[in-house]
């Protein structure tokens, strides 16, 4: 074996997956206006209205993650991220949380709820990622997971500037952000380890896990384009038919 496909260490393979964060869509225009106050009434709750599409497939994502995983250790700890979004007992969960942020902006629940608002863009995106992690090796959707390395830094991002960018958001709303700092802290600790011991094993599969990431961040940033396109740019699905 050359020196070439020898693989990364540890501390190279983990800097290389941390230097993917200059992709993540923290940096996408429509974020960019949104931390700095510029994005309007109608920009927020369309994005809203789209990211719950997310939010309600991040628990099934999870669940075909756990369905095509024989390990019992790691469905023990994986089931937490199903319960942080469907809730558990009584604690309602991120779904309801993110229902919350909508009803904080204006809208109301069956708005929401009905994903009528869903821009076609967005679909095929989310709906790309759960194929994903239906259809791939359980340690696939394990390092898809990975773009929570991220996810805190943008939730701080939101709880510190939309209180004063955004005083008619009812401030209730924020909770599901309070919540994810910590949960996405935790997860991400999980799934890194595990992505960086199995992935370890060549340098093959390491850009494997590199291509993964690669392919989360495409899906998150797709999901913004869309929404620029219909919200800031205003060409909605179909704006050039009669």
């Known amino acids: 074996m050359s020196n070439q496909q020898q693989p990364w260490s540890r501390e190279e393979f983990e800097a290389r997956l941390q ?5 993540y869509h923290i940096h996408h225009p429509y974020h960019v206006m949104m931390a700095e106050g510029k994005l309007n009434e109608e920009q927020i709750r369309g994005w809203v209205l ?11 994502k999870d669940a075909a993650i756990m369905a095509n995983c024989p390990d019992r250790e790691t469905r023990r700890q994986w089931i937490q991220r199903i319960l942080d979004h469907d809730g558990h007992g ?3 969960g991120g779904i309801e949380a993110w229902i919350q942020l909508g009803l904080a902006c204006g809208l109301n629940r069956e708005d929401i709820t009905s994903l009528r ?5 967005v679909r095929f995106a989310v ?9 791939s090796p359980w ?10 390395l991220f996810a805190p830094t943008i939730h701080k991002q939101r709880l510190a500037g939309w209180p004063e960018l955004y005083p008619w958001i009812k401030p209730e709303g924020l909770t599901y952000f309070q919540k994810r700092v910590s949960q996405a802290r935790r997860d991400v600790e999980h799934g890194l380890a595990f992505t960086l011991e199995y992935f370890s094993q060549s340098r093959q599969l390491q850009e494997r896990a590199l291509e993964i990431l690669q392919f989360k961040l495409d899906i998150l940033w797709t999901m913004l384009d869309a929404m620029y396109l219909a919200y800031v740019d205003g060409k909605p699905p179909y704006f050039s038919v009669p």
């Open 127 to 135: 709906d790309a990622y759960f194929n994903f992690a239906r259809t």
């Open 90 to 92: 009584e604690d309602p």
């Open 19 to 23: 230097e993917k964060g200059k992709l």
């Open 50 to 60: 789209n990211r719950f599409y997310y939010q309600v497939m991040i628990p099934r």
């Open 139 to 148: 340690q696939e959707g394990v390092c898809s997971s990975l773009t929570e």
């Open 117 to 121: 608002h869903v821009l076609p863009g």
